[in-house]
């Protein structure tokens, strides 16, 4: 009788713990292996929360990211001007790269996303 509860003892400890494990991934009948917010573009790409009453920024114009980008310039790259903007699709959105020109005649980029983030992109070669 003692060695029959110590073995089912063990293989109960072994269930528990395997269960826990199992739980800690995220797997199951009902759970997916993905937790809130590990795919997709954020609150404004799911309709549930769009109907909760949480909705997205409305994205910038061209004309709002040309004054963001010259603001940038102003700010970090003095003497840059921007050339010109030119939008193009990122993240099923619309984003702007803006190119400016320096005073030596050197071009730099940056990307403009759709709710008004600027990022430098580098050097532009054409």
Not at 24 to 33: L, S, V
Not at 64 to 77: D, M, P, T, V, W
Not at 94 to 119: C, D, F, S
Request: hydrophobic fraction near 40%; glycine fraction near 18%; charged fraction near 15%.
């Amino acid at each position: 009788m003692k060695r029959f509860l110590s073995v089912a003892f063990g293989v109960a400890v072994v269930t528990v713990l395997a269960g826990v494990a199992f739980a800690q991934m995220g797997g199951g009948m009902m759970g997916g292996g993905m937790g809130p917010g590990m795919m997709g573009g954020g609150p404004g790409d799911c309709p549930g929360m769009a109907a909760a009453g949480q909705t997205a920024a409305p994205e910038i114009t061209e004309e709002k990211a040309k004054g963001l980008a010259e603001e940038y310039a102003k700010q970090y790259l003095p003497g840059f001007t921007v050339e010109r903007v030119l939008p193009f699709t990122g993240m099923r959105r619309t984003m702007y790269q803006a190119e400016l020109k320096g005073p030596a005649g050197e071009m730099r980029a940056l990307h403009i996303n759709p709710w008004g983030n600027v990022m430098p992109h580098g050097t532009v070669t054409r």
